[in-house]
């Protein structure tokens, strides 16, 4: 069927996910998408469970393995896709733990700040609403929601969580230069999310510089005209062209499919694989 595609960017509840791997592969099924990415942020953590499903039910869908790593560049939050990395690689999963436990602390931090600020938190209850997985300012808006300081996650952020807010607590320093290598090192594809977030041209082009193979081009929140100007930029620079919805739950903004590639930037990835 012609419009069957891929979907590559989405999370589950191993990062900030609202759902199960097991449940975003019973909806990819449903929708009828050929293949998809789960791109947790610094956790490979659903891909196994995800592949064992696929296998166990005989589905037939393309599970490609992901990651999203979080990453800073000055005062800019980058984030690097790694795509047909190796999710076993005890490298990789060395530093996961590292970024983990930087999370926790972090976590701890913006509650002391939020309590501070007349809202207190349980700690506790936020490390249960991350599923004991990656800890992300998600989840402290989720127990936010729940003590009725604000009604989404998008408010949280907006009054809070992000960054410039009374309760932003920036991260251990983690460059966009490390995510690359890393990603390389274990045999992925390194990509650059969401660029149209960035919209700094000199930060995109020190990026590419670094050695990144690809741009997220089809994003929901890219206009049309970020979309043209980053499909340029990826040709002009021998770049893979990928995208995906960025999905994080069926209430939680984009749907699942919502952005869909076809099979020939698959192939286009797998050959540059292979010829790296
Ligand atoms: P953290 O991983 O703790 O730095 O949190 C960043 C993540 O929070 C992003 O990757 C998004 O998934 C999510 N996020 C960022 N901004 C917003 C927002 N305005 N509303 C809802 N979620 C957001
Ligand atoms: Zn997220
Ligand atoms: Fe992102
Ligand atoms: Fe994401």
Do not use: W
């Not at 690097?80 to 690689?89: P, S």
């Not at 340029?232 to 209430?251: K, M, V, W, Y």
């Amino acid at each position: 069927m012609e419009d069957m595609g891929f979907d590559l960017h989405v999370h589950t509840t191993a990062s900030d996910g609202k759902l199960a791997p097991e449940e975003v592969i019973r909806l990819a099924l449903d929708l009828g998408l050929e293949g998809l990415s789960i791109t947790d942020h610094d956790t490979v953590n659903a891909i196994n469970p995800a592949l064992e499903f696929i296998s166990r039910r005989r589905i037939s869908l393309q599970l490609i393995p992901g990651i999203e790593l979080n990453t800073e560049a000055g005062a800019n939050e980058i984030h690097i896709l790694g795509y047909y990395l190796d999710h076993n690689n005890e490298l990789l999963l060395l530093k996961l733990q590292e970024l983990k436990r930087s999370r926790d602390e972090r976590a701890y931090k913006i509650v002391a700040r939020l309590e501070e600020l007349g809202l207190p938190l349980d700690l506790d209850r936020v490390r249960e609403h991350a599923r004991g997985e990656v800890v992300g300012r998600p989840h402290i808006a989720d127990a936010m929601i729940e003590k009725g300081y604000v009604r989404s996650r998008e408010e949280a952020f907006e009054k809070y969580l992000d960054k410039g807010r009374p309760a932003y607590v920036s991260r251990y320093k983690f460059p966009p230069r490390e995510a690359i290598e890393l990603i390389k090192r274990c045999g992925g594809l390194a990509v650059l999310a969401h660029p149209g977030l960035i919209d700094d041209p000199n930060l995109v082009a020190e990026i590419i510089s670094m050695g990144i193979d690809g741009l997220e081009v089809y994003y929901p929140q890219h206009s049309d005209e970020q979309t043209s100007y980053y499909l340029r930029l990826a040709e002009e620079n021998g770049l893979l062209i990928t995208g995906g919805s960025d999905f994080h739950g069926p209430d939680e903004g984009n749907k699942l499919g919502a952005v869909q590639i076809g099979r020939s930037s698959i192939t286009a990835m797998q050959k540059r694989l292979h010829s790296s």
